[in-house]
């Protein structure tokens, strides 16, 4: 399977260092609510973060983060991240920035790479975190057919709603 899956709607590709201002465009107060993240992205942490992508990449390494691509023009919409957790389980995240919300970006996004995880890194199932009260992001989980299975405490004191999707090879 290519590593730069289409389903001629979105385009998942690897996210590059020209990609940094797009990205940092795209952050809004909803995604860093739901991320949990303490503010808005500096560009220096966003540069770091493409550069570990790519490395992970170059080395095989655990995680796979592409920018999701909306067609035909290939703007950013966002972006979708695999993470090899072992055992033959992978984490699946995924954000998509405003202009691109509630068109089914996420699932689509998230179909793809799912599809990657199981043909190339033969991955059986999908784990899906999403922070309780996150409406879009559990519907997103809950139209890819994953089940939730509990949930777990977040690091800043909130609560993940744990889902599992089992994966066709």
Request: negative net charge; contains cysteine.
């Amino acid at each position: 399977m290519d590593d730069e899956p289409s389903d001629g709607v979105v385009l998942l590709r690897r996210l590059s260092m020209d990609d940094v201002d797009a990205w940092l465009a795209g952050e809004d107060d909803e995604q860093i609510r739901w991320f949990e993240f303490p503010g808005p992205a500096t560009r220096a942490h966003v540069e770091r973060a493409i550069a570990a992508w790519q490395e992970s990449w170059a080395c095989e390494g655990a995680v796979r983060q592409w920018g999701v691509r909306a067609l035909p023009g290939h703007d950013l919409a966002g972006g979708v991240e695999l993470r090899d957790l072992g055992d033959g389980r992978v984490n699946l995240s995924y954000v998509i920035f405003p202009p691109y919300r509630r068109r089914g970006f996420a699932a689509r996004a998230s179909r793809l790479a799912l599809s990657y995880a199981a043909q190339v890194l033969r991955a059986s199932s999908a784990v899906i975190k999403i922070v309780e009260g996150n409406e879009a992001s559990l519907g997103v989980a809950r139209s890819l057919g994953a089940e939730m299975v509990g949930h777990e405490p977040t690091a800043a004191g909130s609560r993940f709603v744990v889902f599992c999707l089992l994966l066709d090879r």
